[in-house]
T-cell receptor, first 110, second 114 residues
Framework: RKEVEQDPGPFNVPEGATVAFNCTYS??????FFWYRQDCRKEPKLLMS???SGNEDGRFTAQLNRASQYISLLIRDSKLSDSATYLC???????????FGSGTKLNVKP | NAGVTQTPKFRVLKTGQSMTLLCAQD?????MYWYRQDPGMGLRLIHY???????AKGEVPDGYNVSRLKKQNFLLGLESAAPSQTSVYFC?????????????FGPGTRLTVT
């Protein structure tokens, strides 16, 4: 079983829509959680860290559910520029390793 | 502050040739990582380092070697390239403090082995 699993999509949504991605992780020892964004043929870039109490950054909201071992990302008022692949990442601190999901592709259309 | 840089950006090798990819970071990070990314697959960890002079194997280490002689540099070597090593290679670094330590990535090296 993969450490981190995501729906690959693609999610095709119109501008202005709200879209949500989920990600599940297999190991309860995972200690830190992140969402990264990757544009085509570019490096992944940190979108936001995910805190236990949930956190918001503008149009983006991230939530963590440790009991069910999943992380979510909600994007409100989608923009064309949000089109990208979103990577779910977990860190096992005692092993100093980051585990990446395969990514969820989002296409925002006019 | 350049962050994480990688050289070269592109390379074409013939089967059996060798090469070294260089990663440099100027953020004084303890941890450095090498990943490969193939179409339809996520990032897979090749090797990583938790400090100067240390290296460890990741998920897909076969056919690669690494060295971390200086804290700011992490080298990835291919001794005898194979077509299966055609991929995009990303280097990353992260801190080791008590807080949340995210990874920062270099721009990638696109390697083709013919």
């Amino acid at each position: 079983r993969k450490e981190v699993e995501q729906d690959p999509g693609p999610f095709n949504v119109p501008e202005g829509a709200t879209v949500a991605f989920n990600c599940t992780y297999s190991n309860s020892a995972s200690q830190s959680f992140f969402w990264y964004r990757q544009d085509c043929r570019k490096e992944p870039k940190l979108l936001m860290s995910v805190y236990s109490s949930g956190n918001e950054d503008g149009r983006f909201t991230a939530q963590l559910n440790r009991a069910s071992q999943y992380i979510s990302l909600l994007i409100r008022d989608s923009k064309l520029s949000d089109s990208a692949t979103y990577l779910c990442v977990v860190l096992k601190r005692n092993f100093n390793k980051f585990y990446f999901g395969s990514g969820t592709k989002l296409n925002v259309k006019p | 502050n350049a962050g994480v840089t990688q050289t070269p950006k592109f390379r074409v090798l013939k089967t059996g040739q060798s090469m070294t990819l260089l990663c440099a970071q100027d953020m004084n990070h303890e941890y450095m990582y090498w990943y490969r990314q193939d179409p339809g697959m996520g990032l897979r960890l090749i090797h990583y380092s938790v400090g100067e002079g240390t290296t460890a194997k990741g998920e897909v280490p076969d056919g690669y070697n690494v060295s971390r002689l200086k804290k700011q540099n992490f080298l990835l070597g291919l001794e005898s390239a194979a077509p299966s090593q055609t991929s995009v290679y990303f280097c990353a670094s992260s801190g080791s403090g008590q807080g949340i330590n995210e990874q920062y990535f270099g721009p990638g090296t696109r390697l083709t082995v013919t």
